[in-house]
């Protein structure tokens, strides 16, 4: 049996209602863990999260390290440093492997 719950918001830090029908549903969908978020946080969340592509989609904070394209000679940049025992490749020529669709 559920009872109703006040649980305090991680984000905003105002109390918010668990009620017994969301603990309900929340066991039926086998999730463990109480909501953090009230349910404006959680649609502020899920709004940011649709226009950044989602979750750790930034790659600009990634570092770049300078390369040359070893079939075209153009200058390039990859997401690794090169140890320069295979050949990298612009994104112009790389070719993925071909997928197999059986």
Not at 7 to 33: H, I, M, P, V, W
């Amino acid at each position: 049996m559920f009872n109703d719950k006040i649980l305090t918001c991680r984000d905003c830090g105002q109390d918010f209602d668990f009620s017994a029908s969301e603990q309900e549903f929340f066991a039926e969908k086998g999730f463990t863990n109480e909501p953090g978020r009230c349910q404006s946080c959680r649609a502020a969340k899920k709004a940011q999260n649709r226009t950044s592509g989602g979750f750790n989609n930034n790659r600009s904070d990634r570092e770049m390290f300078p390369a040359v394209c070893a079939t075209c000679g153009k200058e390039t940049t990859v997401p690794f440093r090169p140890s320069g025992d295979r050949p990298i490749y612009c994104r112009d020529c790389f070719q993925p492997p071909p997928r197999n669709n059986w």
